[in-house]
C-alpha cells in the first residue's frame, strides 16, 4: 500500500526567506502524481503544484518548486521569498495512475508560520 | 475560489441527534468525495462517489452514510450523532484523472 511521510510537524520561517518542505513516499507504482495542497487558516485547501512520475523535470509555479527525486521517493517543495499569506498547513498527497476514483493517498501535513 | 460549497460551516449538536452535512458543486464534477479531519492533521477520506448513483465508502470507518442522486449534490448524514463524530469534514470533488481536487470550506462539527 502506498504511505506518504512528511517529517515535519511545524516549521517556523522569516519573511522573504526560503524554506523546503520534506516528503517521501512509498509505492511499487512507476506512473503516478505527486500533490501539495495548502490549506491556510480557516479557509478551503487548494492546490499549490503537481508533479507527474513519468517527468523529469521538476515542476514549478511562481515561488513554489519542487525537488522529485524519483528513485529516493522523495517530493520536496521550496518555497521561495516566503511571505506572510504563505502560513498554512501543507500537505504531500500521492495518487496512482491507475485508478478510477482518483483517491488520494496523504501525508500528515507540515504547518509553516511565516514570521514579519 | 473554487465553487465548492458546504452547509453548515459550523454545528454544534447534542448526542443522538440526525444531522445532515450539504455540499454541492457547480463545476459538473463527476467524482465527488468526503473527507474526515481533525485540526492539524491529515486527512481520511470517509466516502467516495464516481457519480450519480454510485457511491463507496473509503478508507476510514465512519458511522455516516451518502447519497448522489444528482451530480452537483452529494450529503453526508449521521443518523445518531455521537461526541466521537466531533471533527471537520471536507468535502472536495474533481474532474480529470491527474487532476487537482477542489475542496469546499469544510464544516466543523462538535458533538456534545
Known amino acids: 500500500a502506498q504511505k506518504i511521510t512528511q517529517t515535519q510537524p511545524g516549521m517556523f520561517v522569516q519573511e522573504k526567506e526560503a524554506v523546503t518542505l520534506d516528503c517521501t513516499y512509498d509505492t511499487s507504482e512507476n506512473n503516478y502524481y505527486l500533490f501539495w495542497y495548502k490549506q491556510p487558516p480557516s479557509r478551503q485547501m487548494i492546490l499549490v503544484i503537481r508533479q507527474e512520475a513519468y517527468k523529469q523535470q521538476n515542476a514549478t509555479e511562481n515561488r513554489f518548486s519542487v525537488n522529485f527525486q524519483k528513485a529516493a521517493k522523495s517530493f520536496s517543495l521550496k518555497i521561495s521569498d516566503s511571505q506572510l499569506g504563505d502560513t498554512a498547513m501543507y500537505f504531500c498527497?500521492?495518487?496512482?495512475?491507475?485508478?478510477?476514483?482518483?483517491?488520494?493517498?496523504w501525508g500528515a501535513g507540515t504547518k509553516l508560520i511565516i514570521k514579519p | 475560489e473554487a465553487d465548492i460549497y458546504q452547509t453548515p460551516r459550523y454545528l454544534v449538536i447534542g448526542t443522538g441527534k440526525k444531522i445532515t452535512l450539504e455540499c454541492s458543486q457547480t463545476m459538473g464534477h463527476d467524482k465527488m468525495y468526503w473527507y474526515q479531519q481533525d485540526p492539524g492533521m491529515e486527512l481520511h477520506l470517509i466516502h467516495y462517489s464516481y457519480g450519480v448513483n454510485s457511491t463507496e465508502k473509503g478508507d476510514l470507518s465512519s458511522e455516516s452514510t451518502v447519497s448522489r442522486i444528482r451530480t452537483e449534490h452529494f450529503p453526508l448524514t449521521l443518523e445518531s450523532a455521537r461526541p466521537s463524530h466531533t471533527s471537520q469534514y471536507l468535502c472536495?470533488?474533481?474532474?480529470?484523472?491527474?487532476?487537482?481536487?477542489?475542496f469546499g470550506p469544510g464544516t466543523r462539527l462538535t458533538v456534545t
Open positions: 472536495a470533488s474533481s474532474e480529470n484523472r491527474g487532476g487537482e481536487q477542489y
Open positions: 498527497a500521492f495518487m496512482k495512475h491507475k485508478v478510477s476514483n482518483y483517491q488520494l493517498i
